[in-house]
Structures are given as structure tokens and as C-alpha cells.
T-cell receptor, first 117, second 115 residues
């Protein structure tokens, strides 16, 4: 069975500093990996995804993520954090060959990112 | 602008009552999904539908029911059989189910509280 781990419930970063939100995964085949962000009492918004190709993926709002196959990780990063980046971040994974619907998608439990002014 | 509209945003229910959460999309997406979100547990799939008049159980379907009579609409009923219904409910959709790379579009959610 596939799984996603977000080992930190909360990450605290000072504004202007680089941030990293960690994600590791387990799938039987090749992974499709996604990051979503959720602001309070809102739905999730897509940030970026890794399907194939370049291991460094760039997404919305200056975020990027690096796919590392040997470490089965897909950590989310940003060079300089903003207070407005404070939100709940979800990593998600699916097996590339498990069919096309989102029913094959597994979400992590989420990481609260808090950017301190 | 295209998107997903969920209503109501907040709902209070007495024990033993059924409630229906609305989800409407104008994205012309084929597949629609209902998720339940509890603090610290991520998102769990309740039901999904890949085509009109067809739907499938997700991981936690017990105590819930759905219908898909129109492409645009996928209402979720939380029945009295659901033992712990207090949660945040999210509706989502994707263009089709042929590609696993499709990105989910989410509604703003409905928060259900059982009194």
C-alpha cells in the first residue's frame, strides 16, 4: 500500500529565512507527487507536482520541490519565507500506473507552516 | 470564473438528523470527489464519481450517501448512521480519470457540527 509521511506537525520559520516542509513517500511503482496548500477554513489549492523529468519542480508563489528517488522524498522549499506563507501544507502521492482518478491519491496528514515576522 | 461551490459553509445538526451538503461545479469536469478532513488526519476519501449516474465508495463511506444525477452536481448526505460526523467536508473535481497527473480543484468546504 502506498503512503505519505509528513514528519513535522508544525514548522516555524522567521520571515525572510528559507523554509523546508518535509515529505517522504512509499509507492510500489513510479510516483506522481503533489503539494497543496490550505488557508484557514478554505479548500486546498494546488502548488506544484512532479510527474517526470527534472527533479526540481517550480510552482506557485515562489515554492519549489525537489524529487529525490533514492531517499523517496519530495520536500517543499522556498528561499525566503513571507508571513503570508503561513498555512497548512499537504503532500500527496499516487502510483503512476494505478489508474487515472484521484481515488488513487494518498494525502499526508499535513504540516502547519508558521512564518514569524 | 469557473470553480466549485459548496454550501452551506457552516451547518449545525442535532444527533439523529440527516443533512445534505451541496457541491456544484462549472468546470465541466467529469470526476468529482468528497473528502473528510479532521485535525491531524489529513484528507480521507468518502465517495467519488467518475461519470453521471455512477459513484464508488471511498475509504470511509459508512454513514454517508451520494448521488450524481447531473454532471455539475454531487451532493453528499451525512446520515444518522455516521457515528462521528463533526468534521470539515471538502468537495473536489478533476477533468477526467484517464490521467493520474490531473490536479484536483477544491471547493471552499463545509463545516458540519453535531450538537
Amino acid at each position: 500500500a502506498q503512503s505519505v509521511a509528513q514528519p513535522e506537525d508544525q514548522v516555524n520559520v522567521a520571515e525572510g529565512n528559507p523554509l523546508t516542509v518535509k515529505c517522504t513517500y512509499s509507492v510500489s511503482g513510479n510516483p506522481y507527487l503533489f503539494w497543496y496548500v490550505q488557508y484557514p477554513n478554505r479548500g486546498l489549492q494546488f502548488l506544484l507536482k512532479y510527474i517526470t523529468g527534472d527533479n526540481l519542480v517550480k510552482g506557485s508563489y515562489g515554492f519549489e520541490a525537489e524529487f529525490n528517488k533514492s531517499q523517496t522524498s519530495f520536500h517543499l522549499k522556498k528561499p525566503s519565507a513571507l508571513v503570508s506563507d503561513s498555512a497548512l501544507y499537504f503532500c500527496a502521492v499516487r502510483d503512476a500506473y494505478s489508474g487515472g482518478g484521484a481515488d488513487g491519491l494518498t494525502f499526508g496528514k499535513g504540516t502547519h507552516l508558521i512564518i514569524q515576522p | 470564473d469557473g470553480g466549485i461551490t459548496q454550501s452551506p459553509k457552516y451547518l449545525f445538526r442535532k444527533e439523529g438528523q440527516n443533512v445534505t451538503l451541496s457541491c456544484e461545479q462549472n468546470l465541466n469536469h467529469d470526476a468529482m470527489y468528497w473528502y473528510r478532513q479532521d485535525p491531524g488526519q489529513g484528507l480521507r476519501l468518502i465517495y467519488y464519481s467518475q461519470i453521471v449516474n455512477d459513484f464508488q465508495k471511498g475509504d470511509i463511506a459508512e454513514g454517508y450517501s451520494v448521488s450524481r444525477e447531473k454532471k455539475e452536481s454531487f451532493p453528499l448526505t451525512v446520515t444518522s448512521a455516521q457515528k462521528n460526523p463533526t468534521a470539515f467536508y471538502l468537495c473536489a473535481s478533476i477533468p477526467g480519470h484517464s490521467s493520474g497527473a490531473n490536479v484536483l480543484t477544491f471547493g471552499a468546504g463545509s463545516r458540519l457540527t453535531v450538537l
